[in-house]
């Protein structure tokens, strides 16, 4: 495996957590689910605590999917995830996207959910992914853009919130915007039969506002991005608290609205 490990600011905090463990294929992959077949073999990279994966084993009941992540904690609650669901299609390993450790052609999809945005060099992830998938199959990515989050009211400092997370994702190697070049990157990964799609994310209503606001002010405050933060000189934990008391303003208006836009490919392999 590559020596250098790419930066992940959020790591597996508690919060964190929270956000990617309700993600499910029909909100996070709905752009991918009409070229599922029951008995494709899918690789899913990047997968977290696995409800994504769980869902896709659903669909492809009579395949395979491979739930891989970096990460071998976090591998634990996505096995204890498919458990309790009853998916039995699954397993989980520890793998680095920069080297996936299967033969070529070993899948019918490959997919990553939220993973090029952290990676220093996501053209070399994407031929990799393009290495493992046979050919007529999938390479599907999406990602988020955040400069193109928006948000009402304009509470202040959520503009503060949003310049300080890219200035810190950046600084980690990564792309926070990555969602608007994922064409850029798949054409140089040699990928030419390429889909191009937006989706979005929106929270509203009261359940939602306190949701999304309570775990973002969680987030800010918290270890490894609150000390990317600091000892990066990005900001002090005074500006971080700011920045939560404003997430937790933003959430007590009763008409807050937040949207969170993506891009997303379906990459054919040829």
Not at 104 to 110: A, E, H, K, M, Y
Request: glycine share 10%; aromatic share 8%; proline share 4%.
């Amino acid at each position: 495996m590559p020596e250098r490990q790419n930066v992940y600011i959020h790591g597996h905090h508690e919060s964190v957590l929270r956000s990617h463990g309700r993600r499910k294929a029909a909100d996070s992959a709905a752009y991918l689910l009409p070229s599922l077949r029951s008995h494709h073999r899918i690789l899913d990279i990047g997968c977290g605590p696995g409800s994504i994966t769980a869902d896709l084993a659903t669909l492809a009941h009579r395949g395979r999917v491979t739930g891989l992540d970096a990460a071998p904690g976090i591998l634990e609650t996505a096995r204890a995830v498919a458990l309790e669901r009853g998916v039995s299609n699954v397993d989980f390993t520890v793998g680095d996207i920069r080297a996936l450790d299967f033969p070529d052609g070993s899948f019918d999809v490959v997919h990553a959910h939220q993973v090029l945005q952290y990676l220093e060099d996501p053209v070399a992830a994407l031929r990799e992914m393009r290495r493992v998938c046979r050919p007529g199959g999938i390479v599907a990515v999406r990602d988020v853009v955040y400069t193109a989050m928006t948000w009402y009211p304009r509470v202040p400092g959520l503009e503060d919130w949003q310049r300080l997370y890219v200035s810190v994702a950046r600084a980690g190697g990564g792309e926070p915007d990555a969602g608007s070049r994922l064409v850029s990157w798949a054409r140089r990964a040699g990928l030419t039969d390429v889909t191009a799609t937006a989706g979005a994310w929106c929270y509203t209503g009261a359940e939602q506002r306190a949701w999304w606001s309570g775990l973002w002010a969680d987030r800010t405050l918290s270890d490894p991005y609150a000390r990317h933060a600091v000892e990066g000189g990005h900001t002090d934990r005074a500006g971080l608290a700011a920045i939560a008391e404003a997430w937790h303003e933003w959430g007590r208006h009763e008409d807050a609205w937040f949207s969170v836009l993506h891009g997303e490919l379906l990459c054919r392999v040829n």
